[in-house]
């Protein structure tokens, strides 16, 4: 029997993010740039591999499960990975299999996702405009992640929607964007950018403090703070004027890591213990030793011992590098 995964600060880890690809149908301008370089293919886990990861980590406690990417849904085999993990839900070992997505690929798959036992999902959307869209995702896709939402909410999925906030771009829509979801009975959560990966543009100018956001925010509506958790860095309040409810992600302007219980793993099997640092250990070479098993906990084992206290992301002055070299893609937010 191994051990639970716990780190040196005593934070037990619980919750675990696997990016299936960091291939994307977008090219959100503060996620990557547009002649961005993806993975060769034959550098990814087979969903087998994906599988049998997954169940490492169930079998030491892990209580939630996140994929993300890139965008997931291009993953090929997707809904069929979830449908075998489904049986750790029956099990009752695993308590959530969810995903975060941008919805284009969504219409086609909601209803498979829904019987393969998926709940709710994070679904990304910054705007609502279709230009602002268009120039922020650089392609013309908000009819597809319409027809996605749709179909998502006809399915019975749950959605949370997930905005970044974005001084050169959506500053002036947010308000109007948690209208729009709470009026379908969504809620959101907005999300500050965060320095990670060259995108050919400077953070600084996208860069919009959610502390500015909130006061906008209180200057229309009742902030009610609710001591809502999931687990996760947002502070939630209920806006009473809509009866929804919006979540504030701010790793910048109010640090959030002594909560942490969660770690990533990238579609090629490296985790990473920490979004905003760059450690990480190689868990590929660990299922495709000859002991996997033991290889691997000790491989957590050794993970578990570098997760650091918390990131160190900044963004307070035009021009600077990323704090981390590698893209929000590849990790999966
Ligand atoms: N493609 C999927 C999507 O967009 O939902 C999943 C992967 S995406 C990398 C996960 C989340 O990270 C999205 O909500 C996206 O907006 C966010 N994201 C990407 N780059 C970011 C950055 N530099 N700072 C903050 N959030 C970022
Ligand atoms: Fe793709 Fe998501 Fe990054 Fe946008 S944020 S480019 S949808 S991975």
């Known amino acids: 029997m ?10 037990d880890i619980t919750y ?27 550098d990814l886990l087979t969903l087998e591999e994906l599988d049998e ?24 085999g997707l809904v069929g990975l979830i449908e075998n993990l489904s049986r750790h839900l029956e099990t009752g070992a695993l308590d959530e299999i969810t995903l975060t997505t941008n919805g284009t690929q969504l219409a086609k798959h909601a209803e498979a996702l829904k019987s393969a036992g998926v709940e709710r999902i994070n679904l990304s959307l910054d705007s609502l405009d279709r230009e602002v869209f ?3 995702t650089r392609r013309d896709a908000i009819d597809q992640v319409m027809s996605g939402i749709e179909a998502a909410l006809r399915a019975g999925l749950k959605i949370k929607i997930n905005t970044v ?29 965060m320095p990670m990966g060259d995108i050919g543009e400077d953070r600084f100018d996208q860069y919009l403090p959610l502390t500015e956001v909130r006061e906008n925010l209180e200057a229309k509506y009742t902030l009610i703070d609710t ?3 999931t687990g996760g860095p947002a502070r939630y309040v209920k806006i009473e004027e809509t009866g929804g409810v919006l979540g504030f992600i701010s790793p910048l ?45 000790a491989a957590l084992d050794r993970a578990m011992i570098y997760k650091p206290k918390s990131h160190d992301f900044k963004i307070d002055k035009p021009g600077a590098a990323p704090s981390v070299p590698r893209h929000m893609s590849l990790t999966g937010g």
Request: proline share 3%.
């Open 134 to 136: 268009h120039k922020l």
């Open 227 to 229: 001591p809502l958790k």
């Open 253 to 297: 302007t109010n640090n959030f890591c002594a909560g942490c219980n969660r770690v990533r793993v990238t579609c090629t099997g490296q985790i990473y213990m920490c979004l905003g640092q760059s450690d990480k250990v190689d868990l590929r070479a660990a299922i495709r030793s000859e002991n996997p098993d033991d290889a691997l906990t």
């Open 2 to 11: 191994t051990s639970r995964l716990t780190d040196k600060f005593g934070r």
């Open 53 to 76: 990861l997954c169940s490492a980590f169930v079998a030491r406690g892990v209580r939630k499960i996140r994929l993300t990417g890139g965008e997931p849904l291009v993953r090929k």
């Open 16 to 42: 675990l993010r696997l990016s299936v690809t960091d291939r994307c149908d977008l090219r959100c301008t503060y996620c990557m740039a547009e002649n961005m370089t993806f993975l060769p293919r034959k």
């Open 165 to 193: 906030a974005l001084k050169n771009s959506n500053a002036t829509e947010i308000s109007s964007i948690m209208e729009w979801a709470h009026s379908l009975g969504m809620d959101m959560t907005l999300i500050e950018v």
